[in-house]
């Protein structure tokens, strides 16, 4: 069987549902539906659904998703043959059952085949079926259900042909190697890429390719954003995580997206499960660390310490009740993260202090007031320090007459 060398995508639907009906003197019978979950089996009726299902997202430009299957010239399938075997195609594609879609059967020389219309809008919610590298896997999935169906297997790239497995793995390091030799069994590394290759040539989606994992001690990690965008799987075992980038091409997403059929809908609520409790891993670790960070606050000398009084922290007032002594309220939170903060600030705020209570400074300061311009054009810096200098031992107080002082500025040395 094949499909169209390309998926096509559409902006509207009724031109292809007209072609899709529309009678011709090279079929052996008129076109008809012969199955899908429609309501309508005439043009005028398809269209109207599916024009609802695309206003569901008008930002969506193109809604519409088309293919056909075609059989080996000669063969044919019951209109139910066909059904089932769209339905199934269509569920390994990712489809949904709320995503709209009809099968028009065509009859002709070149052979028995089927047109199948769908919207990527879903009914439920307007999600978008999205598609990555569905050409790739269209080509995949129709080889699979001819074996399941037990059709003539037609040409076409084998699933397993490309590069082997082992050409697309991480070569083990010199360290791995030797640890390999010394301990007699295979590296973290190794296993998880040959248990992988074994699980992905019996497992083709995604949940039992996870359960697959488990059961073999390994702990699938998914690197889904909150948006539902899936980038990909590490993998732990043993305690160790490896990314997919260590152990190679052939376990990036890009690759197992070709051998697993994933369908967001269906298979992202698993996905954000496995990732919520490695969420909570790391915030536990966060804490952690949070709760280890020692106080950085400066140390002063022994004797400038023991004039300082450290006041009491401020205290929100709150009415206490059992949810509160459980747990702090934000403003009590935000006021002992300030405590640091107004420490250093009192502290800096008592040196000054201390250093403004040294007689030499408050003469100083007292001099530099008092004598001004004047005083600094009449004297040089020099003699300005000898004075301060000699008049040291006189000074009491800073309250001291400037008088006492302008005598001695003059005073020959």
Same mark, same amino acid.
């Given at each position: ?5 390309k998926?096509k995508?559409?902006?509207? *639907?009724a031109?292809?549902v007209?072609? +899709?009906?529309?009678p011709?003197?090279?079929h052996?019978?008129?076109p ?11 043009a005028p009726?398809?269209i109207?659904?599916?024009? !609802?299902?695309?206003?569901l ?10 293919n056909?299957?075609r059989?080996?010239q /000669? ?5 139910k043959?066909?059904v089932m ?5 269509? @569920?390994r594609?990712?489809?949904s059952?709320?995503?709209?879609r009809?099968?028009v059967?065509h ?9 199948i219309i +769908?919207t ?9 079926y999205?598609?990555?590298?569905e050409?790739?896997?269209?080509t995949r999935v ?8 037990d059709?003539t297997?037609?040409?076409g790239?084998?699933?397993?042909q490309?590069p082997?497995? %082992?050409?697309?793995?991480?070569r ?13 069994q295979?590296?973290?590394? +190794? *296993? ?15 949940q ?5 994992? !488990?059961?073999? /001690?390994?702990?699938?990690?998914p690197?889904?954003s %909150?948006t ?5 799987? %590490? *993998?732990e ?6 990314? !997919?980038?260590?152990?190679?091409k052939?376990?990036s997403?890009?690759t197992?997206q070709?051998?697993?059929r ?5 298979? @992202? ?7 919520a ?12 660390t949070e709760a280890?960070?020692?106080d950085t ?21 709150r009415?206490e009740t ?6 702090h309220t934000p403003?009590?939170?935000?006021l ?10 009192y ?7 201390w250093?403004?209570?040294i007689?030499?400074l408050?003469?100083?300061?007292e001099?530099?007031?008092? !004598?001004?311009?004047?005083f ?6 020099f003699s ?13 107080t800073s309250?001291?007459?400037?008088e006492d002082?302008?005598?001695?500025l003059?005073t020959?040395?």
């Open positions: 069987m094949k499909g169209m060398q998926i995508r559409g902006k509207s *639907f031109g292809v007209l072609y +899709a009906l529309k011709g003197i090279h052996k019978t008129d008809v539906v012969i199955g899908g979950n429609m309501l309508g089996a005439s009726e398809l109207t659904e599916f024009s !609802a299902s695309a206003s997202r008008a930002d969506v430009a193109k809604p519409v998703w088309h056909s299957l059989l080996p /000669g063969e044919s399938l019951t209109g043959q066909w075997f769209a339905d199934d195609y269509m @569920n594609m990712g489809f059952e709320t995503h709209l009809c099968y059967i009859d002709d020389e070149a052979g028995q085949h089927i047109h +769908a990527r809008v879903d009914l439920v919610g307007g999600k978008l999205l598609g990555k590298n050409n790739l896997i269209s129709i080889q699979e259900l001819e074996s399941a169906h059709l297997r037609t040409k790239p084998s699933p397993l490309g082997s497995p %082992s050409s697309r793995r991480k083990l390091s010199r360290g791995e190697e030797q640890k390999e030799k010394r301990e007699g295979p590296s973290p590394k +190794a *296993f998880l890429q040959n248990t992988i290759d074994t699980i992905l040539r019996t497992h083709n989606d995604i039992s390719f996870v359960e697959a994992l !488990a059961e073999n /001690g390994i702990k699938p990690l690197n889904i %909150s539902g965008r899936m980038n990909g799987f %590490s *993998f075992y043993s305690g160790i995580a490896f990314k !997919a980038s260590q152990l190679g052939a376990y997403w890009a197992l070709e051998k697993l994933y369908a967001p809908e269906r298979d @992202n609520p698993l996905l954000f499960s496995l990732k409790p490695a969420m909570r891993s790391n915030e536990t670790g966060d804490s952690v280890t960070t020692e606050t400066p140390s002063l000398p022994a004797s400038l310490e023991s004039e300082i009084i450290v006041p009491p922290p401020q205290q929100a007032h009415v059992a949810e509160t002594c459980e747990a403003a009590s939170i935000v002992t993260a300030l405590e640091p903060a107004r420490k250093k600030d502290i800096m705020t008592a040196v000054i202090k250093l403004l209570s007689p030499y408050t003469v100083f300061t001099l530099l007031k008092k !004598a001004g311009k004047t600094l054009h009449r004297k040089s810096s300005v320090i000898s004075t301060v200098r000699s008049a040291e031992p006189d000074v009491k309250n001291e007459a400037p002082f302008s005598k001695s003059y020959p040395h």
